[in-house]
């Protein structure tokens, strides 16, 4: 579920609660996380509604200065189900705290490079990828992916996948390693 900035701030502030989706099934559920721009957010409850049950309170929980500007948002995509989502925010990102962390136990270098070893069990590419990003920090994922051959999109499934171990920053033109990172490529050649 993407969410504008503007909104998230809101929502991070305490000012929003309600969010209102019109979707063919839903891409979040009660209980669940999202990773946002301001933090995690939780979400407290999914659920099908018929657009006749949302009230003037409800629109101005969601943002909305009254309920029709809420209804034309919804009628102007006509595809899926109408769902209200309750959020609130749910406290800082663990993994921007994660991947903060310069100073790493032996224990966690072995649990990274275990980590990693397991991605690159068909193929080894998580070394290249680290000392890559690493060599040219901000370099857009087209140009990196082209400069080992790879398709781009190949490149930026795999880098989310060193993002979520807290390895590598995204920018908005390309990444660069994290200082957990930085820790972790440097362990790589530690016998250890």
Do not use: C
């Not at 979400?43 to 009254?66: C, E, F, L, N, Q």
């Amino acid at each position: 579920m993407l969410l504008k900035r503007a909104l998230l701030d809101q929502i991070a502030a305490g000012e929003l609660d309600l969010v209102f989706r019109r979707w063919r099934k839903p891409t979040v559920r009660t209980g669940g996380r999202l990773r946002t721009a301001v933090g995690m957010l939780e979400i407290d409850g999914v659920r099908k509604v018929a657009v006749r049950s949302i009230t003037a309170s409800d629109a101005h929980r969601a943002g909305y200065a009254t309920r029709t500007d809420l209804v034309a948002d919804l009628r102007s995509r006509p595809d899926g189900n109408v769902y209200r989502i309750e959020v609130r925010q749910g406290g800082s990102d663990p993994l921007i705290e994660l991947r903060e962390r310069d100073e790493m136990s032996d224990d966690e270098i072995i649990e990274a490079r275990t980590r990693l070893d397991r991605l690159d069990r068909s193929a080894p590419w998580t070394r290249r990828y680290l000392e890559l990003i690493d060599d040219n920090p901000h370099v857009r994922a087209q140009d990196l992916a082209d400069s080992i051959g790879v398709e781009r999109d190949v490149f930026k499934t795999n880098v989310r996948k060193l993002k979520v171990l807290g390895l590598t920053i995204s920018h908005s033109s390309g990444y660069e390693l994290s200082p957990r990172g930085r820790v972790v490529l440097a362990g790589l050649d530690d016998p250890g």
